[in-house]
């Protein structure tokens, strides 16, 4: 079964800094799919980035981008220059290409951007 | 964008009385559904899977009777608690994957969550 794994329950940054949250995940599979999720206090699940695990390149949206190392099975997040919005839980969610529609969730990083 | 949504956003009941949640794709047609449990500050559990026209696939360790889910339309799942329990007390968050896109990585939305608190 595939499990995902994020390592750091809370972290903090300053406004306007940039910071990275760690997710690492097993699979014994080849093509899948990796999504970081951010959810803010309202509780709303928000889609932040989406990697392909076929593409080399790595996603990007705006301020986001994701640093995916297939091999070593990992999916970071980087945030640059980081805003108050940002503050809220990020979720590492892993979902595969063969049937198996189910997306597995990390247990979640909590981030506070102080201002 | 795609738009779930999600009634009650909150709700209070009594022990032992059931509650029923509506999930909605407001703007897209969705053959499955994705019902989900969050405890505070933990991460979503994914609680049955839910096709349109056909049963529900309860996840391991979740009671089939007690969590009755029903997806008799493209647009509308329904999760009723029979029974509650102060136990059943939770965030409960549903997501509709799009029709049109392909199997089986097609987008997930989310809906915002309903408060349940068993009294």
């Known amino acids: 079964a595939q499990t995902v794994t994020q390592s750091q329950p809370e972290m903090s940054v300053q406004e306007a800094e940039t910071v990275t949250l760690s997710c690492t995940y097993d699979?014994?599979?080849?093509?899948?799919?990796l999504f970081w999720y951010k959810q803010p206090p309202s509780r709303q699940m928000i889609l932040v980035i989406r990697q392909e695990a076929y593409k080399q390149q790595n996603a990007t949206e705006n301020r986001f981008s994701v640093n995916f190392q297939k091999a070593a099975k990992s999916f970071s997040l980087k945030i640059s220059d980081s805003q108050l919005g940002d503050t809220a839980m990020y979720f590492c969610a892993y979902i595969s290409n063969f049937g198996n529609e189910k997306l597995t969730f990390g247990t979640g990083t909590r981030l506070t951007i102080i201002p | 964008g795609a738009v779930v949504s999600q009634h009650p956003s909150w709700v209070i009941c009594k022990s032992g009385t059931s509650v029923k949640i509506e999930c909605r794709s407001l703007d897209f047609q969705a053959t499955t559904m994705f019902w989900y449990r969050q405890f505070p500050k933990q991460s979503l559990m994914l609680m049955a899977t839910s096709n349109e026209g056909s049963k529900a696939t309860y996840e391991q360790g979740v009671e089939k009777d007690k969590f009755l889910i029903n997806h008799a339309s493209l647009t509308l799942s329904t999760l009723t608690v029979t029974s509650a329990h102060p136990e059943d007390s939770s965030f409960y968050i549903c997501?509709?994957?799009?029709?049109?896109?392909?199997?089986?990585?097609?987008?997930?939305?989310f809906g915002p969550g309903t408060r349940l608190t068993v009294t």
């Open positions: 997501s509709a994957r799009e029709q049109r896109q392909f199997h089986p990585t097609g987008q997930q939305y």
């Open positions: 699979t014994s599979e080849n093509n899948y799919y």
